[in-house]
């Protein structure tokens, strides 16, 4: 599956993009605000991480969509997104998402929440897309509130960040099918 942007394809990840991804993703700046993604991040993280991609690809039922962010003029991965714990009966899932460092503040991540959004609320049919957000992050809480997100709540010492050994306190957004708010096309 393939989901085209203005500026981006969504796509599968591939074994080629493993050395990009790894460069991007060994970088405390992004990988602090993920949950399990080791640092430095090696190509066997890489690896582990491609085949769990693939195994959900090939689902019947997806369960999962995770996706490379393809920035089109630059024909390379620039980060990934992607909808997790999909459960169509009871119409929810959630979502993460990140980019490298020097793609940020250009509108890609607005770019591609959107297209996931859409996934979710008018292909998929759910619900409501929830999204776990370590505190303090500005620019994850912005893209959130912007598509209509709202905060439900604090997780206290909710999470253990793999890539700084951290123990995280969270917030929970959830965005409501008739709550979301589209980009303007
Ligand atoms: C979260 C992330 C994907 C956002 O991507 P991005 O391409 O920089 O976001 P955009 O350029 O589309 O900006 C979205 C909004 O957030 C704002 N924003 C972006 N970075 C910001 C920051 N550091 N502080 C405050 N606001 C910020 C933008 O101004 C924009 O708001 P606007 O449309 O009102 O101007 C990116 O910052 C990232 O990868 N961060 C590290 C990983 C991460 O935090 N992932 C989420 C885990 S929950």
């Known amino acids: 599956m393939k989901i085209e942007t203005e500026r981006l394809v ?90 490298g460092e020097k793609y940020w503040k250009k509108g890609y991540g607005t770019e591609a929440y959107n297209a996931i959004l859409d996934l979710a609320f008018n292909k998929l049919k759910l619900r409501r897309v929830e999204a776990e957000v370590y505190l303090k992050n500005p620019a994850s809480e912005k893209l959130q509130k912007k598509f209509g997100a709202k905060i439900e709540g604090i997780k206290r010492k909710a999470r253990l960040c793999a890539a700084d050994g951290k123990i995280k306190n969270t917030k929970i957004f959830g965005t409501l099918k008739e709550e979301y708010k589209p980009l303007k096309k």
């Open 10 to 99: 969504l796509r599968p990840i591939r074994e080629s993009d493993g050395k990009n991804i790894c460069e991007q993703l060994s970088n405390l700046n992004v990988s602090k605000w993920l949950l399990v993604i080791n640092y430095p991040y090696t190509l066997n993280d890489y690896k582990v991480f491609l085949k769990q991609s693939q195994k959900k690809w090939r689902e019947k039922e997806k369960t999962g969509y995770t996706f490379g962010i393809e920035l089109k003029s630059e024909k390379k991965v620039i980060g990934s997104i992607g909808l997790q714990r999909i459960d169509k009966r009871q119409g929810t899932a959630t979502t993460s998402y990140w980019l």
